[in-house]
């Protein structure tokens, strides 16, 4: 065991965001921590690696054990150049091989003792070179670098010229580099382009070493991932397998959880109807047994309803009117900036209902195109044409159409003057913005806030062609399955560009790849490009089962008809015992209010004048309501004996 996680607890202003979390990590695992925005992920990272002291609980890391730690946004400034950068981890390797060319000068002016003394330190010195890499760390760091998508001639920037995104990813390098231990990474992905990612997915499967990873990429989870460690509502639940072992199991655990619950509430609600009839039943018996079923009752312990979760967005996507057939017509498109060109004589089109992706590497263009569609900036040549009664509903990702110093509120109402204070209240709960929420400055919000507030902007836009630019950054993993659901029943237009994967296998009837400066298109979703393009990445072969034979088919079929018929047999033997006990039992009900009546009128007839002074006619009654009453303890235990069949 590398990594124990015990029983911690950490509360802000008197919030609990986690409670007695528990998990281990062994020496190889490959483990995600997932959860929604806001449960405590990144928290508990800090508190693994000593950034943050929990309320209670202990972190212990093995003996002899060290972590490297990469946080969201990690920025690496400085005047080196990123190559330089990065060599800094294998300093002690330069300082050795330059201790190892001193021996070198050394031994051709000594000899005899002296000689064999410095031979010998110049075999240790070498052994230790090569041990620790010292013959391939330059061919390692340049491997590095270029997963991470640096091209060669970018590795002599300097790091004060790179961009945040750039800087994190010469962060990640620099910590792959280490070759700690445990890698801890919050969010790797957010700063890499699709080629990068399917890097550091092989590089990591094959790390020999620990690592935990906080990621909303699923796909990515899916590749990874060994163990999933969810955290909900302050708790931890340990999974085995990757994401979607995990999503499978947790449904599994949740619809357990419902059964559960609704059968105990049934129970309850049965054993009531019970004690209550059984107290209607007005005899000492009777009531002696009510009571019994009574204490019984109050020592079960109560499960509590799953808490259906609020943290859902409710987004539906409907256009106000519908476009033509010819949404969008593109000829010979080119941009460049200084010393940089991006694409060339790009042509395409999109038909009404398509959803359309674009991917490529990062700085090939793909949110220059989108910009140039919605007119935020001008091609350098080539013309562009929307179709009839086509309107536009754009997701920038770097929200510039949202205004900083507007609230929630007003950023609604401004765009949207028709709609009254409630149904702009309501537009936003419907985005988990409610209460004194609604008051909240813009420029005070974090990356998935923002990314609501413009997914609510765009629901109300009623578009019928929607351009989005990394719609799913900063939304965690329920949120994007909830836009890839309200997408997928949009009857509009879609064209996107995307770096998540498993959002684009979902939404994309038609994938648009931009490289080496102009497009490659591919009529499928993910799945598909990678099957037309398996050089890019791993093909899951798991969907890939050959057909089955005639024969085999017709087995399968005839064993599906049989099992249906079987079940068949099984539903109607059921169906007719339960009537059976239903009959049983309204008979025994009936019998039992005969006897009561008829027990009442016993004791009417037997007090009159004329009877009580005639013994024998007495005698005769009293009989009668002994017999009865012993019959209505039989009925009673037969009557709770039905109920319990029943039940079941």
Partial sequence: MILSVSNISKSFSEKIILENISFHLEDYDKAALVGINGVG?????????????????????AKGKNYGYLAQNTEISGDATIYDTLLQVKEHLLVLEQEIR???????????????????????????????????????????????????????????????????????????????????????????????????????????????IVSHDRYFLDKIASKVIELDQGKSTVFTGNYSDYAVKKEQIRVARLNAYLKQQQEIKHQEEVIEKLKSFNREKSIK?????????????????????????????????????????????????????????????IKRGEHVAIIGDNGTGKTTILKIINQIIDADAGSMRLGTNVTIGYYDQEHHVLHGDKTLFEEISDEYPNLNNTQIRNTLAAFLFTGDDVFKKI???????????????????????????EPTNHLDIMSREILETALNHYEGTVLYVSHDRYFINRTATRILELSGQTFTNYLGNYDYY???????????????????????????????????????KQRKAQQAAIRKLERELAKTEERISYIEERTSKIDNEMALPEICSNSVKLQELQKEKDSLEEEMMILMERWEELSEELRK
């Avoid at 992920?41 to 508190?47: A, E």
């Avoid at 051709?108 to 240790?124: F, T």
């Avoid at 890019?536 to 049989?562: L, Q």
């Fill in 102 to 212: 001193k021996v070198e000068k050394q031994m051709k002016y000594v000899e005899g003792a002296d000689l064999e003394a410095l031979m010998n330190q110049y075999a240790n010195m070498t052994h230790q070179f090569e041990m620790e890499g010292g013959y391939q760390y330059q061919s390692e760091l340049v491997g590095v670098l270029k997963g991470l998508g640096f091209l060669e001639e970018e590795f002599n920037k300097p790091m004060s010229t790179l961009s945040g995104g750039q800087k994190t990813r010469v962060a990640l390098g620099k910590l792959l580099l280490t070759k700690p231990d445990l890698i801890i990474l919050d969010e790797p992905t957010n700063h890499l382009d699709m080629g990068a990612i399917s890097w550091l997915e092989t590089y990591l499967l094959n790390y020999k070493g620990a690592v935990l």
């Fill in 443 to 469: 420029s005070t919000l974090s990356g998935g806030e923002r990314g609501r507030v413009s997914l609510a902007k765009l629901m109300l836009s009623e578009s019928n062609f929607l351009i989005l630019d």
């Fill in 289 to 349: 047994r009510a009571e019994s079923r009574e204490k019984m009752l109050n020592k079960i312990e109560v499960l509590e309803k799953p808490t259906e979760t609020n943290s859902e967005m409710k987004i539906q996507l409907t256009p106000r009117i519908v476009s033509g057939n010819d949404v969008l017509q593109v000829e010979g498109l080119s941009k460049a900036f200084p010393n940089h060109p991006l694409f060339s004589d790009l042509s395409f089109e």
């Fill in 530 to 568: 990678l099957e037309k393009k398996p050089q890019i990445g791993m093909i899951d072969s798991s969907s890939a089962f050959p057909p089955a034979t005639a024969s085999v088919a017709n087995e399968m079929t005839k064993e599906v008809v049989t099992d249906k018929n079987a079940e068949w």
């Fill in 41 to 61: 992920k990144t928290t508990l990272l800090r508190i693994i690696v000593g950034e943050m002291a929990p309320d209670e609980g202990l972190v212990t890391y």
